[in-house]
Nanobody, 118 residues
Framework: QVQLVESGGGSVQAGGSLRLSCAAS????????MGWFRQAPGKEREEIAA???????TYSDSVKGRFTISKDNARNALYLQMNSLKPEDTAMYYC????????????WGQGTQVTVSS
């Protein structure tokens, strides 16, 4: 019964920044392993960032050094800070959870659109 809802997407010029949020219900963030994915039209969904229950973060090569994943357990919120955005970052962005950690992602949000213009 875990539910995830993303927000914070929008349109931005290349070089700009956006901060995505993901609100969770049904389970505290302290008990979840979370990640951010994105999918551009005609392409497969790509995992770009993940964070463990002990706040260990990992990133894909495409966003490393530009994006930062974090979570606030008290507010049941997951974040993705995106800096130095490029047109190639244009995609639908999704947050997801793994229940249990170590398994596959099995809970997904509805997505939020990010569009980066040159």
């Amino acid at each position: 019964q875990v539910q995830l809802v993303e927000s914070g997407g929008g349109s931005v010029q290349a070089g700009g920044s956006l901060r995505l949020s993901c609100a969770a219900s049904g389970s505290p963030y302290s008990r979840l392993c979370m990640g951010w994915f994105r999918q551009a039209p005609g392409k497969e969904r790509e995992e770009i960032a993940a964070i463990s229950g002990i706040a260990t973060a990992t990133y894909s090569d495409s966003v490393k050094g530009r994006f930062t994943i974090s979570k606030d357990n008290a507010r049941n919120a997951l974040y993705l800070q995106m800096n130095s955005l490029k047109p190639e970052d244009t995609a639908m962005y999704y947050c997801a959870a793994r229940l249990p950690c170590g398994g596959g992602y099995n809970v997904w949000g509805q997505g939020t659109q990010v569009t980066v213009s040159s």
